[in-house]
């Protein structure tokens, strides 16, 4: 199943088959890594080279969340929204995968943030891998435990752009 990617508004297509994607230029990319406890997040340096782990928000009622995640947009001066869609192993989706599209159309409902792009990105296996390099760099479980969701938002964003940077060389 293909998942819809947004420029503007909503529309069908994925990322990761070929569409063409753009990002705003001299602004950031922020990249959300939306879990049930915790939101990872991300962002992009101004000229979408460099995906860096920035913090956790933990999860509670809506209007909060997303007072938090606005707070991050204004400050780091963001132009763009990239969600990581869980997908499962065969590339269907599951429940989780509602639950972050939800996430995105609550998003588009806030005037402040109803003209932000919002890009989804396949996630499968992005924790996963966060965690066996964390482990492997000795960190404990409670260290991991504090960086991992803001560690695999930043994981989701470097394949991001990687695809831009690949696309760029192309054109």
Request: glycine fraction near 8%.
């Amino acid at each position: 199943m293909k998942f819809p990617v947004r420029s503007g508004r909503i529309k069908k297509g994925s990322v990761q088959s070929g569409m063409s994607i753009s990002a705003p230029k001299g602004r950031k990319i922020i990249a959300l890594d939306i879990g049930s406890k915790t939101i990872g997040i991300a962002l992009s340096d101004r000229t979408h080279t460099i995906a860096s782990p920035h913090s956790t928000i933990g999860r509670g009622k809506w209007q909060k969340d997303l007072e938090s995640l606005k707070v991050v947009i204004r400050a780091e001066e963001v132009g763009m929204i990239l969600l990581g869609l869980p997908l499962n192993m065969d590339g269907t989706e599951g429940p989780s995968c509602q639950a972050v599209r939800q996430f995105a159309r609550n998003l588009q409902k806030d005037p402040e943030l109803s003209d932000f792009p919002i890009e989804f990105w396949d996630e499968r296996m992005s924790t996963s891998a966060v965690e066996r390099a964390m482990i492997d760099q000795d960190l404990s479980r409670f260290k991991r435990d504090a960086k991992i969701d803001a560690a695999a938002a930043a994981y989701i964003l470097e394949g991001f752009l990687g695809r831009l940077r690949h696309q760029n060389s192309v054109i």
